[in-house]
């Protein structure tokens, strides 16, 4: 009871001291983790004196220099230098760690060069590659397939070079196929006709599945639910087309022709052809992105009949609660529907990066909340899907939709231990001028976080890796993913661990091993060792893999299963 009241008396006390900052209109923190972006700091809270009072810059701060001159503690801290953003930074200005106007930004790029976390053995290094439109494969409608096969190999070498190890392959960008499929037409996209299968005849799902594993990539089929047409694409829709099956749950909405997420004959479509490509495709994973309901278009997106049909059936929620729910059930639903075909089949989504504007306090932006009718958040918290990647297309610096501020608020929302993966817009080095610095910054800002499971990045799109725009490629490669990495193991998926290689023969220069006879093997890992013991990836192999060609020494050689648990080790001398 003693103590019990000393703690209460500390908390107490605690409380007392920081409500000096709350007074002046300021939070407490630790400046040495967190930023005062655009204020500055006093000493107002209690506790040790990392602990400081970050108080917002008003018209009369901004005027005065004594107000911020000395709240530059966290830029100073991780070995920056505090100038007035017009001025000199080669690198680039990587964060908004400087007090008083928000034109003062923290230089962290003295030497030239980004201060990189070290690459880590597990980690989601994905990518999309996008088929809608044509943005990154094929890159015609008009390709032969024989250049769409080598458009799609030049993507995964690519991503072989670069150490990426998933590959989210978009199968499905509008009620259509990139696969043989029973249920919907094929994509316009591909062949330039919609409804029908390329010639001569090939399958791309299965083609893009076998190449990935035989490079150690894991495959994402990427799914957008709802979205029927974009309606400047010039084509007609195939007969057995959702929105030619369902046509009074397809709406002419803005630029596109979209499915009604309350109608349960189009959820039921929805189901049956997500859970057709696990049933019949190794894949690793099924992918959504951020298009729930639409994207709004000046107007009420037209579903009064279905909701009044709900609302006749008993319904009491709210319009808003009400659409939530559908896209809720819809996620519940897949999340055992896949797991229950296939155990290993990680299921994640990839939200707008914002929940809310005001989560966390000073963001400002988008409400998918309440424009979207998506609430991630829900998912995450409820355990509804294995990886969460919001897409956090913004810059480092600017306060209102701040990198690291949004990232650390998703990450507080993870209860049940799920992963997350941020996505980061890639083509922006393309689009608006973005430095590579930044892209590698966020990624070392991920990785920072990596006990909170931040555990990885994908990067829309493929097209700068492709084209290696800016240098991406080879900066990348000599300071971000400068080894391979395996993704992530998910226990809640499975925690069996596969069988140790078997019949590993030695000669100069190489290593041989039997095949895999249990179908449980993903990936081959291939580790050295030095004189301390210390191990170092060197090759991550594709599950037909049998020999490899290395340099004298000692390594590890271990299988690594659907889920991405690890065997024991055997140990190989190589002379």
């Known amino acids: 009871m003693a103590l019990k ?13 920081d409500s000096h900052c709350t007074a002046h209109g300021g939070v407490c923190t630790d400046y040495r983790y967190t930023t005062c972006k655009g204020g500055y700091l006093q000493h107002l809270c209690n506790g040790d004196s990392n602990r ?5 810059c008003d018209d009369a701060c901004q005027a005065n220099e004594v107000y911020w001159s000395g709240s530059d503690d966290s830029c100073t801290y991780a070995g920056g230098l505090c100038k007035h953003d017009t001025n000199y930074c080669p690198g680039g200005y990587v964060s908004g760690m400087c007090g008083g106007p928000s034109y003062r930004r923290c230089c962290l790029q003295e030497t030239g060069a980004p201060t990189i976390t070290p690459s880590p053995s597990r980690e989601f290094r994905g990518v999309w590659v996008a088929t809608v439109s044509n943005i990154d494969w094929p890159s015609s409608r008009h390709l032969s397939t024989e250049q769409q096969k080598a458009e799609l190999i030049t993507i995964l070498d690519r991503m072989v070079e670069l150490n990426l190890n998933a590959i989210v392959f978009q199968v499905r960008p509008a009620g259509d196929a990139f696969y043989d499929s029973q249920l919907e037409p094929w994509s316009y996209y591909l062949a330039g006709r919609h409804g029908s299968a390329p010639t001569p005849f090939y399958d791309p799902l299965a083609f893009a599945i076998e190449e990935s594993h035989r490079r150690g990539i894991e495959l994402h089929a990427w799914f957008n639910p709802y979205r029927a047409k974009t309606k400047a694409a010039g084509y007609s829709l195939a007969p057995n087309h959702m929105a030619k099956r369902f046509p009074q749950y397809a709406y002419d909405y803005g630029s596109y022709i979209w499915m009604d997420p309350g109608a349960q004959e189009v959820a039921d479509h929805t189901y049956d052809v997500i859970i057709d490509v696990v049933r019949r495709y190794d894949v690793d994973g099924i992918h959504f992105d951020d298009y729930f309901y639409p994207y709004v278009s000046g107007v009420d997106f037209p579903d009064s009949a279905t909701y009044q049909a709900y609302q006749t059936s008993g319904g009491t929620m709210s319009k808003a609660d009400w659409r939530r729910d559908n896209v809720n059930r819809l996620v519940r639903w897949l999340n055992s529907g896949i797991h229950a075909e296939k155990s290993h089949v990680k299921f994640g989504i990839s939200p707008f990066g ?22 991630p958040k829900f998912w995450l918290e409820q355990g509804l899907v294995d990886y969460l990647a919001p897409q956090l297309y913004w810059m480092i610096d600017p306060p209102q939709q701040s990198y690291p501020a949004l990232l650390d608020w998703w990450l507080d929302q993870n209860p ?13 080095i393309l689009t608006d001028g973005w430095p590579v610095s930044e892209l590698m910054n966020q990624v070392s800002l991920s990785r920072d976080r990596a006990d909170r499971l931040s555990l990885g990045n994908i990067m829309f799109s493929m097209k700068p890796f492709r084209d290696n725009s800016d240098g991406v490629v080879d900066a990348f490669k000599s300071q971000v993913y400068t080894s391979p990495a395996l993704t992530p193991a998910m226990p809640w998926l499975g925690s069996r661990a596969p069988k140790a ?8 220069n190489s290593i041989t091993w039997s095949g895999d006879s249990t179908g449980d093997v993903r990936v081959w890992t291939l580790y050295s060792q ?15 893999t049998t020999t490899t060609t290395v340099d004298p020494g000692t390594y590890i050689l271990k299988a690594v299963d659907r889920v991405g648990n690890e065997s024991s080790d055997v140990i190989v001398d190589v002379p």
């Open 5 to 17: 009241l000393l703690f209460l008396l500390a908390f107490v006390s605690a409380a007392r001291a």
């Open 52 to 56: 400081q009072c970050c108080i917002s």
């Open 354 to 375: 914002i929940w809310r504007s005001g989560y966390p306090a000073g963001i400002v932006g988008f409400s998918q909340y309440d424009s979207l009718y998506a609430d």
């Open 416 to 428: 049940l231990q799920r992963h997350v993966y941020t996505g980061n817009y890639l083509s922006r």
């Open 501 to 508: 290689p078997s019949g590993v023969q030695v000669a100069p």
């Open 530 to 544: 030095d004189r301390d013991g210390r191990l170092s990836m060197v090759k991550l192999l594709g599950a037909d």
